[in-house]
């Protein structure tokens, strides 16, 4: 465990990984390769709060372009 | 209590009790999971009988057997039964067997929360199926027991309310042992993103259960407070508001609806590798997708409620977040297809079943992405149609993945292989009369039959009639499973099962433990490469 913990430690994922992942989950989608860096470099808490952003910012967008379609509508 | 005061002696020489004992204080997850599973089996075929009930009613226009009232009894308690008592309590059966065995632990993590998880559900099954014989009767709002109706019923109301408070209990606690077990204990080496797919799923659906159990729990109290209390959250005559139920319930229930499926994609995602002889395709897609669909489901709840009535962006937001959903249960169910993309497949029962589950579950998600769109929505809603959607996804989907789970793990459970001729005809009867049940239900929907009703006019004569026959089939078929269970698990009849009878199975319990799975297994964690 302590070598595996020291080998992850030095390259921990950037932000943009961590969203990059959280996006493609979003479309349920990885590429092995990028899977792969995954396993090694994101860890859970990272996933979950950009899950969590991830989510806000989905539910934003669905009631920007709803109240898009209903003001054009008008 | 003399279990407990010789337990000074070594772990491994612990055998179970004998008698009726070994059971009431067993704290081994796979006692506990045996346990789960014959209880929701059992409250299946008591909700099945009500399901027949319904049906004999149907069989023909006019009223045959039962007074309207009984007849809303039954609709009610079948749905309440099946849900909380037969599929629910099922998976974390699975739960309790597979997830130590998969991740390499020794057991799980809170063995006596676990006793008490299960044991608390035969008291609130008593309380739910006793409810039946109160003055009034059970509760007859529906499974989804909308207040105003549930504001007014009888004692069996508040049976049923305690029963689903104590069922919620059960499920929270199943939850936080099943996280803590897959969080703490897995094997060194068994990484998240190398864990079984079975147990993944289990893991997103326990984080579901702990968010919306309470917010059932939560809706229900208030019901409770409303009808003997004074209060009026839902009482308009005391500034409270029928519709807020609605808006708490089915944020508890659409997530509900995946809680009930995700463990049934975990258990297709291990048999379709298994008996396509290819690792699963698209793995960390799989694991992405079911975090993605569990995230979703806190955001479509009121797609439930179009006729209801809410401002147009509220059902533009609804509607589109509903058929985006589409999109991570359609990433699945292409997965598992080029899982099975030339693979080397060989179609024993567990596998017939998971290959039915996609086809009939898959019709089952496009009738729901039918009825996301609003404008079709109102038409159909509370029709036939929506009976016949959730019947597919949830008999289709949800059983028939459970009776996939069952096949493939019996020989790990008894070390003995089901009678697979018998299999074999089990899952071709249930799935042909499963169709022959559900399918016309479709159109008598689209022709406008509602649901939850007695009696219907003449021209819905032709498909009831199918429909009851097939409902009598199926649930005919379902003795036929019960006999093929009671051979080899409790006669222990069948050929002797192997370390790994099925070539293409490579997760921790084919690989690492004997059939059957010792009673004590993993008493040293294997350590994966």
């Known amino acids: 465990m302590t070598a595996m913990a020291s080998e992850q430690t030095p390259k921990s994922a950037s932000p943009l990984q961590v969203a990059k992942a959280v996006l493609w989950s979003f479309l349920g989608i990885r590429a092995r390769a990028a899977h792969e860096s995954d396993v090694t470099r994101l860890k859970p808490a990272q996933v979950i709060i950009a899950g969590l952003i991830g989510a806000a910012i989905f539910v934003l967008s669905l009631v920007l372009l709803v109240r898009f379609i209903v003001s054009s509508a008008a | ?529």
């Open chain 2, 1 to 529: 209590m003399s279990a407990v005061i010789d337990s000074g002696h070594a772990h491994d020489e612990h055998r179970p009790d004998g008698g009726i004992m070994r059971w009431v204080t067993t704290t081994n997850h796979k006692d506990i999971g045996t346990l789960y599973l014959w209880f929701s089996f059992t409250m299946l075929l008591v909700g099945g009988m009500l399901a027949l009930a319904i049906r004999a009613e149907l069989f023909q226009p006019g009223l045959q057997f039962w007074h309207p009232e009984f007849f809303n009894q039954l609709t009610t308690m079948h749905g309440l039964i099946m849900v909380f008592g037969a599929i629910m309590p099922a998976f974390v059966g699975f739960a309790n067997w597979q997830v130590p065995l998969m991740i390499g632990a020794p057991d799980m993590a809170f063995a006596r929360l676990n006793n008490w998880s299960f044991w608390m559900l035969p008291v609130a099954a008593t309380l739910l199926v006793g409810s039946f014989f109160v003055p009034g009767g059970a509760t007859a709002a529906g499974w989804t027991i909308y207040a105003p109706l549930s504001t007014q019923m009888g004692p069996g109301m508040d049976l049923a309310i305690f029963a689903l408070h104590i069922m919620g209990a059960s499920s929270i606690m199943g939850s936080i042992n099943i996280i803590t077990t897959i969080l703490n204990m897995r094997a060194p080496g068994m990484t998240l993103l190398r864990m079984p797919l079975f147990v993944w799923t289990w893991l997103i659906t326990a984080y579901l259960l702990i968010a919306v159990m309470p917010v059932l729990a939560g809706a229900i109290t208030m019901l409770l407070t409303d009808r003997h209390f004074g209060t009026s959250f839902f009482n308009a005559a005391g500034g409270g508001d029928p519709v807020m139920f609605q808006h708490i319930f089915w944020f508890f229930g659409h997530p509900e609806v995946y809680i009930m499926i995700l463990p049934g994609f975990g258990i297709i995602s291990q048999v379709i590798p298994a008996f396509s002889r290819k690792p699963l395709f698209g793995y960390s897609s799989m694991v992405y997708a079911t975090a993605s669909i569990a995230v979703l489901s806190f955001i479509v709840w009121a797609h439930h409620m179009f006729t209801v009535g809410m401002p147009t962006a509220g059902i533009l937001f609804f509607m589109y977040a509903t058929v985006l959903i589409a999109v991570p249960t359609g990433v699945k169910v292409f997965n598992w297809l080029t899982t099975m993309w030339r693979g080397s497949m060989s179609f024993e029962t567990p596998m017939l079943f998971a290959v039915g589950f996609i086809f009939v579950f898959t019709m089952g998600g496009f009738t729901g992405l039918i009825l996301a769109i609003m404008p079709i929505d109102i038409q159909l809603q509370d029709t036939y149609y929506v009976v016949a959607h959730f019947h597919y996804v949830l008999v289709a989907g949800s059983l028939f993945s459970l009776f996939a789970g069952f096949y493939f793990w019996v020989p790990k459970w008894t070390g003995r292989m089901y009678d697979e001729k018998l299999g074999k005809w089990h899952f071709w009867l249930s799935m042909i009369f499963f169709n022959v049940t559900f399918f016309p239900m479709h159109f008598l929907g689209l022709a406008g039959m509602p649901r939850r009703i007695p009696d219907y006019a003449l021209q819905f004569a032709g498909f009831n009639e199918i429909a009851s026959i097939g409902a009598f089939g199926f649930g005919l078929s379902q003795i036929l499973f019960l006999w093929i269970a009671l051979k080899v698990t409790v006669l222990g009849q069948g050929e002797k099962a192997g370390q790994r009878p099925w070539e293409g199975a490579d997760t921790l319990e084919w690989t690492h433990l004997p059939s059957p799975a010792p009673y004590h297994s993993f008493d040293e964690q294997p350590v994966l490469g």
